[in-house]
């Protein structure tokens, strides 16, 4: 049998701790042992702390995103910018208070030639409240429950910044539909998009793990299993296919 995990491969900094090591676990895995690792995303936002309010503030708006982490020189996370930590700021600028004459003059200048409203490091909210990839699911939601945050940035061991998981990713991956996923499988997956007959393949789904089973061309069993994987809900493929 050969199990593949659903998740992408990690480009930033190596997680190493508890979810570097394979889970001793046995049996179909069960909601209380998804991880964050397995839900949250790795294209993550994070900006220097020097770098100025107007280029944060039009970086969350391309993005439309509503936060971001801030990073030391050595990509710690030391603090979160949001939205909110911006919106006074940004009135402020758009519409400032001038008083008339000629020190409003060079004070206004001495504003432009600055810091044009200050920088990540004076506007951020800290400490920042990150979970690390080994963090299970469960305590991650919770703890976002409890701060009423919309997303929660994941640090490795090193509090180096790897990841970000919504509050809906969460809540997701918490009430993930087993029946949905295997109508997708069948219907989306094999049907429409690999033409492969329906009735050649034994889709079983327990708690976002897939099973596959069945006998198929050989050229389409890693195409298959990719599909399957890059499912949102899925949590891990576990094949029993058998070429031909």
């Known amino acids: 049998m050969a199990s593949h995990s659903a998740s992408a491969p990690v480009e930033q900094p190596a997680v190493t701790g508890p979810a570097a090591a394979s889970p001793a676990t046995t049996g179909t895995p069960t909601i209380a042992d998804l991880q964050v690792r397995h839900v949250m995303k790795r294209s993550v936002a994070g900006v220097l702390a020097d770098t100025p309010f107007l280029d944060i503030a039009r970086m969350l708006a391309r993005r439309q995103i509503g936060a971001a982490a801030v990073l030391d020189d050595s990509q710690r996370v030391i603090g979160v910018i949001a939205e909110s930590d911006l919106l006074a700021r940004a009135a402020d600028l758009a519409i400032p208070d001038v008083p008339h004459g000629r020190f409003a003059r060079l004070l206004g200048h001495r504003q432009q030639a600055g810091d ?127 070429a031909h």
């Not at 789904?205 to 069993?221: E, F, M, S």
């Open 116 to 242: 044009a409203g200050g920088t990540a490091a004076t506007l951020m909210t800290t400490p920042a409240l990150t979970v690390h990839p080994w963090t299970s699911v469960v305590e991650a939601a919770r703890t976002a429950a409890r701060s009423r945050i919309r997303q929660i940035f994941v640090t490795d061991h090193r509090d180096r910044l790897v990841g970000v998981v919504s509050r809906a990713e969460l809540l997701h991956a918490l009430v993930r539909d087993d029946t949905a996923i295997h109508s997708e499988i069948v219907s989306h997956v094999v049907r429409d998009e690999l033409h492969i007959d329906p009735e050649q393949v034994n889709v079983r789904v327990r708690n976002g793990t897939v099973t596959l089973r069945g006998t198929i061309d050989a050229r389409l069993v890693p195409r298959l299993i990719e599909e399957v994987a890059a499912i949102p809900d899925v949590f891990e493929v576990e094949d029993h296919l058998v």
